[in-house]
């Protein structure tokens, strides 16, 4: 299964509009238009070093690249 297509199916989460929108599973709300929306980021509760780095670094390159409030 392509990781593309896991979201669709329940097995994880992810934002690939692109692909969505161009084979036609998703259509724009007002085309040519972006929309801004807080993003949040979950992690199972159960811990683990690989998903504490995980978590750390999605979080500082979000910090470093995305539009601040």
Known sequence: MRLSRQPWVGLGWALHPQIHLDSGGMVELVP??????????QQARIASRVMDSLSHTVASSARAELIQD
């Open 32 to 41: 040519g238009s972006p929309l801004d929306v807080p993003l949040y980021w």
